[in-house]
């Protein structure tokens, strides 16, 4: 069965400084992963996925993830951030199947001090 | 705005008491799924269905129901409600073929009282 664990259930940087919130997932086959952003009192919002191809995936807001398979990761990173991205942060994993549901990390808080 | 709509955005209701939480896929979208998020078990699957069927299934409660109808909108039920099913309610919807993200509603927040 697949899942995922994010490390660190709170992170902290200054604004400008360099994001990376970290995932793992664990998976028999080709897994689907994607990030989703929660801002307070609202759904979750896709910020990027990938799927096939370029391991390099580009997001909304500036975000960026790296597929690495021989590390089993997915980390998300931003090189400046900005105060408008504190929010909740989850990374999620579907398996190669139409249909397949998806599992959810169990989030990191990113604050930014000024 | 994704797309989907859930409905009432907010519930207070009494301990043994039964509640239906009604979710609208986006436009097309052939899957749904229920998530339960709390403050202490974070974002939990509830179930997913696809084009009416039952899918997949998570860590839902037996007093728990779903289920989608043929126009694709879904219902979840909740029955004998006790304290800790206070919870945020997320319905997401999907396309359902291989690597379509979901897309969120508002959710409903439900407290028990």
């Known amino acids: 069965a697949q899942s995922v664990t994010q490390l660190g259930s709170h992170v902290s940087v200054s604004e400008g400084a360099l994001v990376l919130l970290r995932c793992n997932y664990s998976s028999s086959v080709p897994p689907y992963l994607f990030w989703y952003v929660q801002y307070p009192n609202q759904g979750l919002q896709l910020l990027l996925k990938?799927?096939?191809?370029?391991?390099l995936v580009k997001g909304i807001n500036g975000f960026e993830a790296e597929f690495k398979k021989s590390e089993t990761s997915f980390h998300l990173t931003k090189p400046s951030a900005h105060m408008s991205d504190a929010a909740e942060y989850f990374c999620?994993?579907?398996?190669?199947?139409?249909?397949?549901?998806?599992?959810f990390g169990s989030g990191t808080r990113l604050s930014i001090r000024p | 705005d994704s797309g989907v709509t859930q409905t009432p955005k907010h519930l207070i209701t009494a301990t043994g008491q039964r509640v239906t939480l009604r979710c609208s896929p986006r436009?097309?979208?052939?899957?749904v799924y229920w998530y339960q998020q709390s403050l202490d078990q974070g974002l939990q699957f509830l179930i997913q269905?696809?084009?009416?069927?039952?899918?997949a299934k998570g860590n839902i409660l037996e007093r728990f129901s779903a289920q989608q109808f043929p126009d694709l909108h879904s219902e979840l039920n909740l029955s004998s409600l006790e304290l800790g099913d206070s919870a945020l309610y997320f319905c997401?919807?999907?396309?359902?073929?291989?690597?379509?993200?979901?897309?969120f509603g508002q959710g409903t927040r439900l407290t028990v009282v």
């Open positions: 436009s097309g979208d052939l899957s």
């Open positions: 269905y696809y084009n009416g069927e039952e899918r």
């Open positions: 997401a919807s999907s396309a359902g073929r291989e690597g379509t993200e979901a897309f």
């Open positions: 999620a994993v579907t398996l190669y199947s139409s249909a397949s549901k998806i599992i």
């Open positions: 990938y799927t096939t191809g370029a391991t």
